[in-house]
Each structure stands twice: as structure tokens, then as C-alpha cells.
């Protein structure tokens, strides 16, 4: 299109929408009308199409549907078997396919465009040549180990025929056999991460491929990294701390979705710890950590200390405010009638407040046991604060006002104050805050372990 036409079309199609403000079907069909007068005809269907899904009882809109919409499909039709006069299958495909879609839409509406069977019988025939094309080429690409040509080949014939010939199974092949070479080298590399990711979306695509669920077996039990929780420490003034870390770590770990990650069963690891009488708060030497290793089946131990657990309440603060209360009074209007006064006395209501902070902090440790070596340490901080204020009014609660800043009655402040008198009075506990502290350390922790993991066994 030349510059001169572009600058014509962007000002008619201008004048067509802010000639007609009326966004309903008759506008919609005299912009279609427009843009038929003018032979864009792509553009005439889409007002009309518009106009029709507006109002279906339209008769202009819906002729106008009729006339473009059949100019639009013969169009797609003609560039179809322009291609299929070219040999140009694909295009030819994709030009039918188009055709037919548009063909459909518009049949939504009611309006039945004519489409040749002779255009039908030209597809079948050009479709059946192109999926011999496509099975060519997959197979081509196979042979020359293109695995990503080979699919997308095997895919399209799919698409278009699910049952072709072994186009499914060699698609099959073309998707799983890289995936199936990487394991493999992955495997013989010890990366069993690697190697685990790529069967599994072997096995999600095909779970009889080959050796797949086997191979996915070797990689979950070589790759596996036990982890002994032993007894944490309590560096805090809070009593039973470290049972608590403990066993919320413990949870959370067991809760990974980590498939290499194990715990080590409690019960095993706490008798054989104990007969070895380990000093773990020390540095443990090479041999022993060996030795341990091997008795708990574990490749690591995870040791954990809570450094402080603050907690700190607020005395109960109590303030005299300055309110309002409505009242009403009696008085005779001027039809002489009885009516009632809404007036404001000033009063005194109390408002109280209190607050409660809580500061956890605790340290991990995780050493493994092959080497002795310290392979994470980490120090997790988690805070949290509680705070409550209410007020309480020994009148009538229902009629109280705040003051406002000048000192005249708040209207608007009202709502606020009706939360305050229902609100709490009573702070969360010291407990459900500590445990809510902990158990995020111990979220944190199980964070802090995967992302280990992931370097540990790549």
C-alpha cells in the first residue's frame, strides 16, 4: 500500500469512527457499508460481524455479513489453491484451514456461506501429499539424529491426521531420545538431578521408553542424600526451645519436595547418637563422622541452635479522650408540631493500648558426614508485633462521637471508633507467636537445605 493510500485509509477509517458515535448494530453496519464502498472488504466483514453479534435480528447487518463474509472465504479459498497450483503444501494447508475456520465462525451466527466441494476433495488430496511430505522429512531428519526437526514433522502429521502411519510412536522417539541420551550421560557423570529431570518428562510423555522407569530408579536411590537431625541447643532464656525448633524443622523437611532429600528415621538416629556419645557441638574429625555416616545411613547431619527468643509485652497504656455523646430533645416545630433535637454533650471515654514483640534467632549447621566438612551455616532472624487498642465508655456506647482535631463533633469518625470498642482486648499469646516464629525458621531452613541440595547432588 503507498504512502498516499495509508494516509487515505487512516483518515476514512477516522471519519467512520467519530462520524458515528452510537456504538450499537446500525452504527457498526454503516461503517461495514463504508468500507464495502471502498473494497476493503476484510474490514467491511469485521463491522458487520460486530454488528450481528449486537443485535442477530439486524437484516442489514446480517446481509452485509453475507456479502463480505463470502468475499473474505472465496478469498482464503483463492489463496489456497494458489498455493496448491504451486505445490506449496503447507501454505495450501494453512490456507484451507483458515478458510475453514472463518467458514465456521460466521456459520455461528446463522449465516451459511457457500463453500465448494470441490474445494473439499482439492484438500484431501493436497493434505494427503503433504503428510507424505511431512512423514519424508521426519524420517530424513531421524536418520540425520535432527531430533528437534523430526518432531516438529511428526507432530504436524499428528495434528492433521492422528493416526497416520507410526508418525505418534516416531514422534514418540523424536521426543525421548535426546532426553534418554542426556540421562544416560548424566547417570555415568553422577549427576542424578540431571539425569531424574530428563526421565521424568521421558516418562510423562512415554513411560515404557526404553529402560526409563529403571534408569529413573537408579538415579532416585544413588542419588539419595539421607540427613540425620540430631539434638538442637537452646541458647535462649526461653525454656524447651530447641524441642520446639526441632521438631518443626522436622516436619518441614519431611514435607520437601525434594526427591533426594530423606530424613533419617528419629528413633534410630537419637539411640545410635547416643551410644556414640557425640560431642556435636564440637568439630567432629573425619573418622567419626565416617563411621556415624555409615551407622544412620545418613550423608549428613543437621544441627541447629536458637540463639534469643525476645519477647517483649507493653503494660496496658490507658488515655482519657475527649468525645461526644448525642442526646435527644423535645421541641415544637414552627407547623406546631412535636419533633425531636438531636444535640451533643461533651464526655470522657478510655482508650487503651498494649503491644507485644517477639525476635527469634536461630542457626543451623549442616555437616557432612562423608568428609566432616561444614557445608551451610546459616543465621535466620524472624520478627513479629501484636498490637491492640480499644476504648471503653461507661454511657450510652451506641451514640458516642470522637472530637474532631478543632473540636467539634467527628461524624466521620465514627465507624473507626465503633471498631475500636469492638475490637480486641487481648493480645495473641506469647506462645502462638513463638511458634508462629519458629515454624517460619524452620520453612526457612527447609529452603535453606534444597537450595544445598541442588549443589550436592546437581
Not at 443485535?55 to 446480517?62: G, K, S, T, Y
Not at 550423608?299 to 482519657?320: E, N, P, Y
Amino acid at each position: 500500500m503507498t504512502p498516499i493510500r495509508i494516509t487515505w485509509f487512516i483518515g476514512l477509517t477516522l471519519s467512520i469512527v467519530l462520524g458515528y458515535g452510537c456504538s450499537g448494530s446500525k452504527a457498526y453496519v454503516k461503517r461495514g457499508i463504508k468500507m464495502e464502498e471502498v473494497g476493503m472488504m476484510e474490514q467491511a466483514a469485521g463491522f458487520f460481524y460486530t454488528a450481528v453479534m449486537k443485535n442477530r435480528a439486524n437484516p442489514d447487518a446480517l446481509a452485509g455479513m453475507q456479502r463480505a463474509g463470502q468475499w473474505v472465504l472465496n478469498d482464503h479459498l483463492r489463496t489456497f489453491d494458489e498455493a496448491r497450483l504451486a505445490k506449496n503444501r503447507g501454505r495450501a494447508v494453512t490456507a484451507y484451514e483458515t478458510a475453514e475456520t472463518y467458514h465456521a465462525k460466521i456459520e455461528q451466527l446463522g449465516i451459511r456461506l457457500i463453500f465448494p466441494e470441490t474445494s473439499r476433495i482439492a484438500f484431501n488430496q493436497v493434505k494427503n501429499a503433504h503428510l507424505d511430505d511431512l512423514y519424508t522429512l521426519g524420517m530424513q531428519a531421524l536418520e540425520k539424529e535432527d531430533f528437534a526437526g523430526a518432531q516438529t514433522n511428526f507432530d504436524e502429521i499428528i495434528r492433521l491426521q492422528p493416526d497416520y502411519l507410526d508418525a505418534a510412536q516416531l514422534a514418540n522417539v523424536a521426543f525421548c531420545e535426546p532426553l534418554y541420551r542426556e540421562a544416560t550421560l548424566g547417570l555415568e557423570a553422577e549427576r542424578w538431578r540431571t539425569a531424574l529431570n530428563a526421565l521424568e518428562r521421558i516418562e510423562q510423555r512415554d513411560a515404557g521408553y526404553k529402560d526409563v522407569l529403571e534408569l529413573k530408579n537408579t538415579a532416585l536411590e544413588k542419588g539419595r542424600y539421607p540427613i540425620a537431625l540430631v539434638a538442637f541447643e537452646n541458647g535462649s532464656n526461653r525454656s524447651g526451645m530447641e524441642t520446639k525448633l526441632r521438631s518443626f524443622v522436622q516436619q518441614a523437611i519431611s514435607d520437601s519436595q525434594d526427591p533426594f532429600l530423606i530424613l533419617v528415621d528419629r528413633e534410630n538416629q537419637a539411640l545410635i547418637l547416643k551410644e556414640q556419645k557425640l560431642a556435636l557441638s564440637g568439630v567432629l574429625d573425619g573418622n567419626s563422622a565416617v563411621e556415624v555416616g555409615s551407622m544412620l545411613g545418613a550423608k549428613a547431619i543437621l544441627k541447629g541452635t536458637v540463639i534469643s527468643c525476645d519477647v517483649r509485652t507493653s503494660s496496658l497504656q490507658k488515655r482519657d479522650i475527649t468525645g461526644f455523646e448525642s442526646y435527644l430533645v423535645p421541641k415544637v416545630n414552627e407547623d406546631g408540631k412535636k419533633v425531636n433535637e438531636t444535640k451533643y454533650r461533651t464526655v470522657v471515654y478510655q482508650e487503651y493500648s498494649r503491644s507485644r514483640a517477639v525476635d527469634v534467632t536461630v542457626q543451623i549447621q549442616l555437616i557432612s558426614l562423608e568428609t566432616g566438612k561444614t557445608e551451610v551455616t546459616e543465621l535466620l532472624t524472624r520478627s513479629s508485633r501484636d498490637d491492640i487498642e480499644y476504648v471503653r465508655y461507661s454511657g450510652n456506647a451506641k451514640n458516642l462521637f470522637p472530637a474532631s482535631s478543632n473540636g467539634n463533633v467527628n461524624r466521620s469518625g465514627r465507624n473507626a471508633l465503633i471498631q475500636k470498642m469492638n475490637g480486641r482486648t487481648e493480645l495473641n499469646s506469647e506462645t502462638s507467636m513463638v511458634d508462629a516464629l519458629v515454624e517460619d525458621c524452620a520453612h526457612a531452613i527447609q529452603g535453606v537445605v534444597e537450595t544445598e541440595l541442588k549443589r550436592l547432588v546437581p
